[in-house]
């Protein structure tokens, strides 16, 4: 409880001079600056347009699998010209052709996933006018059904359907990782301004008191209680104050333009950053966050996928070597008439039935190769698969040992601060009584500097990892339930 008031007293302290801002400027939060950059950032605009194409790129795997129904036709076809006609003495003469050939056909047509074949359907309908004799003949199809089925092949329908529903989730979760990592970026962009805000603080309250002891030694020089040297010295210190003071107003002016412009904030408002207050104290263990991670990461679903692809190349390498073959069969009715209703009226019978297959005589070994070629990727991918699942595995150790390491350091920070700054205090008070050297104060004032410093870099790396911490498994362990959005 001690440790923690001291941390909240700190943070206070460090929050009064991050709010002391000019009433137009746009006081920010660590949530609120997140927020924003999730809506509003370049980052989250692409993983947006990236999420819907994986989306319709998922209804179009879809539609593969539903029946398609199509109308095609030629209306007109007409035609006035010379042809080539070829007559039975072998001779060639160009007759004049005038007609008109329209037509149109309707195609229903549904896929069969087990065995990656087609069943169809078809009707059409064909007009044909001759000008030049002003005749007019009717051609159909009234219906027509048929299947074709490839034999000994490669069905694709069959391991896209394996694949591409893992492909789709593997999009989902990297939609929700996409987000986590604007977190993480946007963070690091947080912490630099912030830590810009709090060294102009510091510059500028050491360029006061700097100028300040100055005055005093002065007049102990024209007291004869110092050297020469001493004042060289402070005046050293003023110069070098007031070059801290220059440098941190630059690196605030650019890591306000680098936060701003991630953020997709055009507004040109000063922005005054507020330490975070509430520092995250969610207990997180390794097992916890390593479940998570394989439930809900795109990387364990792209595990999966990757095993999946490389046993869909073996099937593929085998269905398109060796015997191949494709029956295609069709059964209907079709006829002529000089009208629409005599095409309909008792048509003939059609039949269809075609077997094509390809034997391999002789390919000196390249079927056998393609086959071995295939089996050895998967064997390969296997073992790429286990050696980024360890890596995946120890990453989130790593990150799970760091968090819970850091929050403890936050308050050992906050704690070194306090003490540097009382100790600064009173050695400036010492050196001001003349009981203490001015390398002394000198040493007083960079630790007072550095312990600030120390502590608002501890907060970026505790905030660093927590959002990784997110990242790496998609689950938000202070609210205890999985990321969405």
Same mark, same amino acid.
């Given at each position: 409880?001690?440790? !923690? ?65 199509? !109308?095609?036709?030629?209306?007109? &076809? ?11 003495? &072998? ?8 007609? @008109? ?55 694709? !329908?069959?391991? =896209? ?7 789709? @989730?593997?999009?989902?979760?990297? #939609?929700?990782?996409?987000?986590? +990592?604007? $977190? ?6 947080? #912490? ?18 700097? +100028? ?20 060289? +010295? ?58 998570? $991670? ?47 209703? &005599? ?5 003939? @019978? ?66 070194? @601060? ?57 689950? =938000? ?9």
């Amino acid at each position: 409880m001690k440790q !923690l008031l001291i941390l909240l007293f700190f943070i206070s302290g460090i929050q009064a001079f991050c709010m002391a801002a000019p009433p137009d400027t746009l006081r920010l939060t660590l949530t609120e600056v997140v927020d924003l950059a999730r809506k509003n950032s370049i980052a989250a605009k692409q993983a947006i347009a990236v999420k819907e194409n994986k989306y319709w790129q998922w209804r179009t795997f879809k539609s593969n699998y539903q029946p398609q129904l199509s !109308l095609s036709g030629m209306l007109p &076809g007409y035609s006035k010209t010379y042809q080539q006609v070829l007559q039975p003495n &072998g001779t060639i003469l160009f007759q004049p052709v005038h007609n @008109d050939n329209s037509s149109l056909q309707l195609d229903f047509s549904q896929t069969i996933t087990a065995t990656g074949g087609t069943v169809y359907g078809t009707t059409n309908l064909q007009r044909f006018d001759d000008f030049d004799r002003n005749n007019v003949l009717y051609n159909g199809v009234p219906y027509a059904i048929g299947i074709s089925q490839p034999l000994f092949q490669y069905n694709s !329908l069959k391991w =896209d359907k394996k694949i591409e529903p893992l492909k789709y @989730d593997e999009s989902k979760q990297a #939609f929700i990782e996409s987000q986590e +990592q604007i $977190a993480v970026t946007v963070e690091g962009y947080f #912490f630099d301004l912030l830590l810009a805000q709090v060294n102009l603080h510091v510059a500028e309250i050491n360029l006061r008191n700097t +100028q300040q002891i100055m005055k005093v030694a002065n007049l102990k020089f024209e007291l004869g209680k110092i050297s020469k040297n001493e004042i060289l +010295q402070l005046q050293l210190e003023l110069l070098n104050a007031k070059k801290d003071v220059g440098t941190a107003s630059r690196n605030i002016q650019i890591a306000t333009l680098t936060l701003r412009s991630y953020m997709g904030i055009d507004s040109e408002a000063e922005l005054a950053l507020v330490v975070p207050e509430e520092i995250s104290r969610m207990e997180v263990s390794a097992d916890r966050v390593l479940t998570e $991670a394989f439930e809900n990461r795109s990387e364990a679903i792209a595990f999966v996928r990757r095993v999946a692809e490389a046993k869909r190349d073996v099937a593929l390498a085998k269905g398109q070597t060796g015997l191949t073959a494709s029956l295609t069969a069709n059964l209907g009715f079709s006829n002529s008439a000089a009208t629409v209703p &005599g095409v309909y009226h008792n048509p003939q @019978d059609q039949q269809l039935l075609q077997l094509q297959f390809s034997i391999p005589v002789l390919d000196w070994g390249r079927s056998k190769s393609k086959i071995k070629t295939a089996l050895t990727n998967e064997q390969f991918t296997a073992y790429a698969v286990e050696q980024d699942k360890q890596t995946f595995r120890q990453q989130i150790v790593t990150q799970v040992t760091l968090f819970n390491m850091l929050k403890e350091q936050i308050v050992s920070n906050a704690q070194a @601060d306090s003490i540097a700054g009382e100790k600064y205090k009173i050695a400036r008070e010492r050196y001001v009584l003349g009981d203490l050297s001015i390398t002394d104060l000198g040493i007083a004032f960079r630790e007072n500097d550095q312990a600030k410093r120390d502590f608002i870099n501890a907060l970026r790396d505790f905030w660093g990892a927590y959002y990784q911490l997110r990242y790496l498994s998609l689950y =938000d362990f202070e609210k205890k339930q999985k990321i969405t959005y």
